[in-house]
């Protein structure tokens, strides 16, 4: 994280991170990110097409990226097939219709995940990965729920 950031976060959420949208344009993804955090381009997603992001102490990370539905899965389905641990391994999970949303600390680290189902776009699958400090877990809520609930299609 950048010096200072995690002061940043927890004075004044949201507050001077300078948040700017990343889009996937093949794929019609946009997501807003604060880049003041992660300001270290770090290459491409290992899934999909998008873009992963590092903070400057490379200790946090967000990777945005976008995939066809190919198996016209459904959120819940795609967990089925492509989650690398037991679900009672997750401290939070959430599955709709729609998305699906899930979270685990871990050995000092919080990982968060959400993909959003779209089916007017041709079965695309909008996805989020971050990855952070769970002793700033707390500090981090709000850009977390921002990030999350800023993922979609991009608009017309």
Not at 9 to 31: C, H
Not at 76 to 93: C, I, T
Request: aromatic share 10%.
């Amino acid at each position: 994280m950048l010096p200072g950031a995690d002061a940043q976060v927890r004075g004044r959420p949201g507050q001077g991170l300078d948040w700017q949208s990343f889009q996937v344009e093949d794929f019609g993804t946009t997501v807003d990110y604060p880049a003041g955090i992660f300001s270290e381009p770090a290459g491409k997603s290992e899934k999909g097409t998008g873009q992963r992001f590092n903070s400057a102490d490379g200790r946090s990370t967000l990777t945005i990226y976008a995939l066809e539905n190919a198996d016209g899965d459904t959120p819940a389905s795609y967990l089925r097939k492509n989650l690398r641990m037991p679900r009672s391994a997750l401290d939070y999970e959430r599955v709709t219709r729609s998305f699906f949303a899930i979270s685990r600390e871990r050995e000092g680290t919080v990982l968060y995940s959400r993909c959003n189902f779209a089916s007017g776009d041709g079965g695309i699958i909008h996805c989020i990965d971050l990855v952070y400090p769970q002793e700033i877990a707390r500090a981090w809520d709000g850009i977390v729920t921002r990030i999350s609930r800023s993922l979609r299609p991009l608009q017309g």
